[in-house]
């Protein structure tokens, strides 16, 4: 029996049990489901994207890096116009943000990725809570526990729409967590989780879905979602994280998925300070892998560096 198949079988034993734990709350819950609502001062309060900070430093750099982002994945031309018919089917629009390590910023710059997309240029957008050892989005959005991306893999006749939250001012939805299991890996690398994320992927094609990944170098999570992901958001914190550890994670990254780009986090660079100093891309081809060392990388860039 290979790793997979034997993850799988404990996965089905823990589901069968999860399950009769669980149908009754689900239920309660696709009866209760809803909306709820941007709390702005609590963002601006914790240095969020807001919709009154539109000449924000912060709102400035996430656009350049939405930019970069929506063209890699093909939502916009060239010429940057948005594409205006997403044909039917399994969409480029599934995207991990990770790090190496803990604290780096990985909630921070998704939950601000999504927030921007949503509610500056109206894209639909799902953010998915999938670090389940150290989960925050639930925090982050005030939003109160309750089933959800664990629990959908464990009960796959759970609908996934039943378990997301969706936000009263903006296209923005919210899968969270969902309830602890012990080794969320062994449920990633299930079937279920790769007809799941397709499944997301298909649902809405106009939607992108930003996946909080946990960091790489502490647990296996991110390296086995990268096989299903499009795109790869890498946060790095700026002068924080060890040029070797960004190193390596990044090698276990790019051997199953190339399509890495390099977000670089709390840049303080000039009189402000900066969130995010630069969004290069980083797999093959990418001119951040083949010319610069790591610390060129971190010195040699400049506000809104894209
Ligand atoms: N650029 C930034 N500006 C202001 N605050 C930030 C920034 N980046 C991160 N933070 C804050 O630093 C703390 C850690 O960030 P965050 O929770 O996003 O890290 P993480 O990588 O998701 O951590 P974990 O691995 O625990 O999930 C949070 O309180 C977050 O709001
Ligand atoms: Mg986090």
Do not use: W
Request: with cysteine.
């Amino acid at each position: 029996m290979g790793v997979i198949e034997k993850a799988g079988g404990s996965v089905h034993k823990i589901a069968a049990r999860r399950a009769k734990k669980y149908n009754k709350k689900a239920e309660t819950h696709i009866a209760a489901e809803q909306g709820f609502k941007l709390d702005y001062a609590k963002f601006a309060e914790a240095g969020y994207y807001h919709p009154d900070a539109k000449a924000s430093q912060l709102a400035l750099e996430l656009r350049a890096v939405k930019r970069r982002l929506l063209r890699r994945i093909g939502f916009l031309r060239a010429s940057g116009e948005r594409q205006s018919h997403r044909m039917p089917g399994r969409q480029r629009n599934l995207i991990m943000v990770t790090s190496a390590r803990a604290g780096e910023g990985k909630t921070f710059s998704a939950a601000n990725l999504a927030l921007s997309l949503a509610l500056e240029d109206q894209i639909e957008t799902l953010l998915v809570d999938a670090d389940v050892p150290r989960p925050r989005v639930r925090d982050r959005f005030g939003l109160a526990a309750g089933p959800g991306l664990t629990d959908k893999l464990l009960d796959p006749s759970l609908s996934v729409s039943s378990l997301q939250y969706r936000a009263d001012q903006a296209p923005l939805s919210i899968l969270a967590e969902g309830g602890r299991v012990e080794r969320a890996s062994d449920l990633f690398a299930t079937d279920g989780c790769q007809r799941l994320l397709t499944e997301l992927s298909t649902q809405t094609p106009d939607r992108l879905v930003i996946i909080d990944a946990p960091p790489v170098l502490a647990t296996t999570e991110a390296v086995v979602l990268a096989k299903y992901v499009d795109e790869i958001v890498f946060v790095v914190e700026a002068n924080a994280t060890p040029e070797p550890a960004v190193a390596s994670a990044i090698d276990e990254l790019l051997d199953i998925n190339p399509n890495v780009s390099l977000m670089l986090n709390r840049c303080l660079i000039g009189a402000g300070g900066s969130h995010y100093g630069s969004y290069e891309y980083y797999g093959p081809g990418g001119d951040m892998q083949s010319t610069m060392p790591p610390r060129a990388r971190t010195e040699g860039v400049s506000n809104g560096a894209i």
